[in-house]
């Protein structure tokens, strides 16, 4: 009889490379009870994505099985159809409505000035000097707002990073949510101050289209700012730590037409976002595991985009691979709110990686922040030196 699999996602063999331990746990438990987190973990294709797309049997809202939702936690993510559908649209077509190719071609000038500025250093830290910066300019320049100082905003955002992972450390809530607050207060002054050019002036001026309470919009700019520049941090590091150990890849897309798919399958391979919770609405049965009603479920996504009934050879990076409906930014009505300036972003670093006269190399170890819901990069050891 074999023994069941213990998941440690803080463990540090988990946060160096999880992705053994998923494949285990695909063929031997692909659906089980987690004590400390108190969910259900489901790890394969089919059932991650089934969850996500059924909002009527599993809910993102958990005040639809009797939870409270304080207010500066309500925003489009604690929100499920019909009632998000105005909102969720607002922020959409507002992200989609801006010049994002301009965005992106000033982000690959930014790149190119940082490496400059580099090029002769014995090593530099990718994530500080790269990632970060080129991260919080564009998403500021997308929104509209003053570009936040930025260590300070670090700060913010890895506290709710590590607030993401209460249900393995509940210590990470209290300051978590502070943080939150905090930066709600700087929303709040931008929707005050702040007229500059970008998604923030258009969701202002159509804030009414959205049905909610205006503390609604708010939050979610705040959501969407945040998980711009949360996001964009953790994949820049993951994206140039798979091309650095992994040269080929970099080297195929100097055909151009890889970009679109090759971001995609970086993504797949190793993104930043491992798992979100869904909460059960009735009873149900999933792989002849009973769930019953307000029961936890947490979709193992990263784990689910190495699943090899729906990617063949998933632990190869193949940037045409085709098809390649993975779960990196999530899948139904709670998807990425700006999945397509995402693709664009982290195609200008690669971009500017291409560009450059001389080749990126490790200078050193990498180290991961231990975060298991954001899977991230804390330093990346690099050098232009030859």
């Known amino acids: 009889m074999a023994f069941p699999l213990q998941y440690d996602p803080l463990s540090p063999e988990a946060l160096a490379d999880p992705y053994p331990l998923y494949a285990k746990l695909r063929e031997r438990q692909p659906i089980f009870w987690h004590d400390q987190m108190q969910s259900w973990v489901v790890t394969r294709y089919r059932d991650c994505r089934e969850v996500l797309r059924n909002n009527e049997l599993f809910a993102r809202d958990g005040r639809r099985v009797g939870q409270e939702v304080p207010e500066f936690q309500q925003s489009v993510q604690t929100l499920d159809p019909p009632t998000q559908q105005p909102l969720r649209s607002l922020f959409v077509n507002t992200l989609h409505a801006q010049d994002t190719a301009s965005i992106g071609n000033r982000a690959r000038r930014q790149v190119a000035r940082i490496f400059e500025r580099n090029l002769d250093k014995e090593q530099f830290d990718w994530m500080l000097e790269v990632a970060a910066p080129v991260s919080l300019s564009i998403t500021a320049e997308l929104m509209g707002v003053e570009e936040p100082e930025l260590r300070p905003y670090v700060a913010v955002s890895e506290a709710l990073a590590y607030r993401m992972d209460a ?188 560009e450059f006269p001389r080749p990126l190399r490790l200078a050193g170890d990498p180290t991961r922040r231990s975060t298991a819901t954001v899977r991230c990069l804390a330093a990346l050891p690099v050098t232009f030196r030859q």
Request: a neutral charge.
């Open 167 to 354: 249900g393995l450390r509940p210590q990470a809530a209290p300051p978590g949510d502070e943080a939150r607050k905090k930066f709600n207060a700087i929303v709040d002054s931008w929707f005050e101050t702040q007229d500059r050019p970008g998604a923030l002036k258009a969701i202002r001026a159509e804030a009414d289209r959205a049905r909610v309470p205006d503390h609604y919009v708010r939050n979610t700019t705040a959501v969407t700012f945040n998980a711009s520049f949360g996001t964009l941090y953790a994949t820049a590091g993951n994206v140039a730590l798979a091309l650095l150990q992994h040269p080929h890849a970099l080297a195929q897309f100097q055909d151009e037409s890889m970009l679109a798919p090759g971001v995609h399958e970086l993504i797949r391979f190793d993104g930043p976002a491992q798992g979100t919770s869904r909460f059960s609405m009735r009873r149900t049965v999933l792989q002849n595991q009973v769930i019953e009603p307000g029961q936890t479920v947490l979709t193992l996504t990263a784990a689910a985009n190495r699943d090899p009934e729906q990617f063949p050879t998933p632990d190869q990076i193949i940037l045409d691979r085709k098809p390649n409906q993975h779960l990196g930014f999530g899948w139904g009505p709670h998807a990425c709110l700006g999945q397509m300036f995402g693709e664009l972003a982290i195609g200008a670093l690669v971009a500017g990686l291409l």
